[in-house]
């Protein structure tokens, strides 16, 4: 056996020859070997954006309700852990460590991918940690996801956009059809999307699920500082706005809201336990301000949708000076396209590459950026560190930085957040 939760990760990753392999044959063969037949109920969460905020809510909302939560969601920041939560405390090292050792002598000589070996440990240490329920973020897609192998009580799509077009095709219908895949025969099946193809309620109505569509059978109105929710199922008036900032959230906490809604029978949670969940829910890396003096924000926005709702977000919190962009991303996403998303909203670019195998070079991005806006500037850095070190010595006292493309460009400025802000820094609660 590996030696540590290190040990074990780096076993993992090697254990199939593709970082992602889709299809459920493998991972539910293992899963059967290891017995894992939850009996509490799965809400099961999908969507091109949105995932993480949802299910950050959806957790909140049931810890304040008193449920012992279990929430698995990827990818992580810091540090593997954060993947694995029961009551919002990440697993410690020996718990994945025991996790993945159960796994292994069931695995046979199934090859798994790191995700779906993963997916079967987390499950395996909710159904040793006497929880409620569990909240499962798909990691790529849904209906080929290792997610998928787990019956839901309840599953979300947050978003259809187009991301990931190698594996779940090149329009917004097919995306919608891999989806949609989480949906199941009589359980609720609730769309967060204003707009989403025809694609996902149709398979919706031919598996027979209860499907839910934001602004059919589910809505909200904003007033000011605080929200009405509709539902068939009920109305719940004077929500004050989530945590999490950004117009978008209001799609995020409408589902979360259906979600809680629809399961009532099953997990009782009363209007306060819902305002409270609501007013403190945390989520690192969404719009996230972890400095004031220079004012910091970190998002992991890192295709055109996401960035579209960074920009928005960044218009509406204008300020006096100038807004810089740390940003770096991965090559196989839409650069250009999330950089005609900022367009005007930036005024200075520092473009990094990523030190990854799959990461973009500055002078791509470079090229990106300028293919969309010609007249601004744009420098160019070895790493995300030396451009945000350099960003944080350029920047004025109205300036901003903004820290995104990626969740591997936030997790680096995100170490040394202590070192270079100082006494600016805020940290993550």
């Known amino acids: 056996m590996p030696a540590g939760l290190s040990g074990w990760l780096a076993y993992l990753e090697q254990l199939h020859p593709k970082s992602i392999a889709l299809g459920l044959d493998r991972v539910n063969m293992v899963k059967e070997r290891l017995g894992l037949r939850p009996d509490f109920p799965v809400i099961t969460v999908a969507g ?43 697993a410690s090292d020996d718990e994945l460590c025991d996790a993945f050792a159960a796994v292994e002598p069931l695995r046979q000589q199934t090859p798994l991918t790191y995700f779906e070996y993963g997916t ?190 960074l920009a928005e977000n960044l218009r509406s919190t204008p300020v006096g000076g100038r807004t810089i962009a740390v940003f770096a991303m991965l090559a196989d996403k839409d650069m250009a396209g999330v950089a005609k998303a900022l367009v005007g909203v930036i005024d200075d670019w520092y473009v990094a590459g990523i030190q990854q195998l799959r990461g973009a070079d500055a002078e791509t991005l470079r090229a990106c950026i300028q293919s969309a806006t010609p007249e601004v500037k744009v420098q160019c850095f070895e790493d995300v560190i030396s451009a945000f070190r350099q960003a944080c010595l350029a920047v004025g006292e109205n300036d901003r930085i903004v820290v995104f493309g990626s969740f591997y460009t936030v997790a680096d400025v995100m170490r040394v957040l202590p070192e270079t802000l100082g006494d600016a820094w805020q940290p993550i609660r």
């Not at 993947?83 to 990440?90: A, D, E």
């Not at 409620?132 to 599953?155: K, S």
């Not at 204003?194 to 309620?201: E, G, T, V, W």
């Open 120 to 309: 079967l440990a987390a499950m395996w240490h909710f159904m040793l940690s006497d929880v409620d329920l569990v909240i499962l973020e798909v990691g790529l897609g849904g209906r080929l996801d290792a997610v998928n192998i787990f019956e839901p009580t309840c599953a979300i799509v947050t978003s259809i956009d187009l991301d990931h077009m190698d594996y779940l095709g090149s329009t917004r219908a097919s995306i919608a059809r891999e989806k949609a895949g989480v949906y199941r025969s009589g359980v609720p099946a609730i769309c967060g999307d204003p707009n989403p193809p025809d694609s996902l309620s149709d398979y919706a109505r031919d598996v027979g699920a209860d499907y839910r569509q934001l602004g059919q059978q589910f809505n909200f109105n904003q007033q000011g500082e605080y929200w009405d929710f509709t539902s068939c199922l009920m109305k719940l008036e004077g929500l004050p706005l989530p945590a999490l900032q950004g117009e978008f959230q209001m799609f995020n906490a409408s589902c979360a809201l259906e979600t809680v809604l629809c399961l009532q029978s099953q997990l009782p949670v009363t209007k306060a336990a819902i305002v409270a969940g609501l007013r403190h829910v945390l989520l690192a890396g969404r719009f996230q301000l972890v400095g004031t003096n220079p004012r910091v924000i970190l998002d992991v926005a890192h295709n055109p949708h996401a960035a579209q709702a």
């Open 48 to 90: 091109t954006n949105g995932k993480g905020s949802t299910c950050a809510m959806l957790e909140r909302i049931y810890l304040e309700a008193g449920y012992r939560v279990a929430c698995y969601t990827s990818p992580h920041l810091l540090r593997y852990n954060e993947r694995v939560r029961v009551n919002g405390i990440p």
